[in-house]
Nanobody, 123 residues
Framework: QLQASGGGLVQAGGSLRLSCAAS????????VGWFRQAPGKDREFVAA????????SYADSVKGRFTISRDNAKNTVYLQMNSLKPEDTAVYYC??????????????????WGQGTQVTVSS
């Protein structure tokens, strides 16, 4: 089970840190991704991290502003979001897939999903 948290309302230029906490499994066996979905739009890839944290990847729209990291001892993955823009407004979801083979960019590759946390950036 994945639990996403940390969303909220922030002004443009502000920061938020999202957390994705896992229970019931050895989280270090899983690659984790963050996706987001704005109203009327498809769910899109934001960032991903491999099982050990040595490999990360970002969507071009967030590169240089967002940082994904993980603490396997705490069964938690983080998404630090800086320099937020109104276009970052969306429901953010974390997802996990059991793999040692890298990171994944497609929502269909992930087996487990959190419930989503709302991020709203005001201009």
């Amino acid at each position: 089970q994945l639990q996403a948290s940390g969303g909220g309302l922030v002004q443009a230029g502000g920061s938020l840190r999202l957390s994705c906490a896992a229970s019931g499994r050895t989280f270090s066996m899983f690659a984790v991704g963050w996706f987001r979905q704005a109203p009327g739009k498809d769910r899109e890839f934001v960032a991903a991290i491999n099982w050990g944290g040595s490999s990360t990847s970002y969507a071009d729209s967030v590169k240089g502003r967002f940082t994904i990291s993980r603490d396997n001892a705490k069964n938690t993955v983080y998404l630090q979001m800086n320099s937020l823009k109104p276009e970052d407004t969306a429901v953010y979801y974390c997802a996990a897939v059991r793999t040692y083979s890298g990171i994944y960019y497609s929502a269909g590759d992930y087996d487990y999903w959190g419930q989503g946390t709302q991020v709203t950036v005001s201009s």
